[in-house]
């Protein structure tokens, strides 16, 4: 069974760095990439950045200045890390998983981590 | 970026009634495959978005055949018949034929 789950600090204070960890079971990292979506609250929705099987990384060039996922394959982990946070940052933030043979990018999701960037 | 818009924002339904949400992309989702990559998501109060139709027109997995998807190139459309009160939620397209994917900007569905 895929699953994926979304955890973090909650609570970010401007300027700060953010860190979240999607952790996964039911599947490995090294066959399927796992996306990260953000949702501003009673927003839409958009695309971060993706860790892919083979360790390779793109980003949104919207944040790729401030963006940067990484992973832990023993520990089915992987991290997203975001600089120079503001509150317009603020927003559910979901990791995803695709499904190559159906070339579907976010087929399976986590339940959500919400983030609230205040001081 | 591609822009994806959808219409109508907000749709007032009857249950048991039928509904069509329109997504219209600023380029052609025809991939240099041959694909077209445009899917709908249902996201549903409260909770995680959820794959509908992928490819256009292919019911994901569970999902009941009340939901039918069409359309080609650039104007896209899903329709909903014989509303049931778990349809409600926001509706989202999404492309994923140009990098980097991109989504529309939903549609509520909602009771009148």
């Known amino acids: 069974q895929v699953q994926l789950k979304e955890s973090g600090p909650g609570l970010v204070q401007p300027s700060q760095t953010l860190s979240l960890t999607c952790t996964v079971s039911g599947f490995s990292l090294t066959s399927y990439n796992v996306h990260w979506v953000r949702q501003p609250p009673g927003k839409g929705l958009e695309w971060m950045g993706r860790m892919r099987y083979n360790g390779d990384t793109s980003y949104n060039s919207a944040l790729k200045s401030r963006l940067s996922i990484s992973r832990d394959t023993s520990k089915n982990q992987v991290f997203l890390k975001m600089n120079s946070l503001q509150t317009d940052d603020t927003g559910t933030y979901y990791c995803?998983?695709?499904?190559?043979?159906?070339?579907?990018?976010?087929?399976?999701w986590g339940q959500g981590t919400l983030v609230t960037v205040s001081s | 970026d591609v822009l994806m818009t959808q219409t109508p924002v907000s749709l007032p339904v009857s249950l048991g009634g039928q509904v069509s949400i329109s997504c219209r992309s600023s380029?052609?989702?025809?991939?240099?495959?041959?694909?077209?990559?445009l899917h709908w998501y249902l996201q549903k109060p409260g909770q995680s978005p959820q794959l509908l139709i992928y490819r256009v027109s292919n019911r994901f997995s569970g999902v009941p055949d009340r939901f039918s998807g069409s359309g080609s190139g650039t104007d896209f459309t899903l329709k909903i018949s014989r509303v049931e009160p778990e349809d409600l939620g926001v509706y989202y397209c999404?492309?994923?034929?140009?990098?980097?994917?991109?989504f529309g900007g939903g549609t509520k569905l909602e009771l009148k």
């Open positions: 380029q052609s989702l025809v991939h240099s495959d041959g694909n077209t990559y």
């Open positions: 995803t998983r695709d499904i190559p043979h159906l070339a579907l990018w976010f087929a399976y």
């Open positions: 999404l492309q994923s034929t140009h990098f980097p994917p991109t």
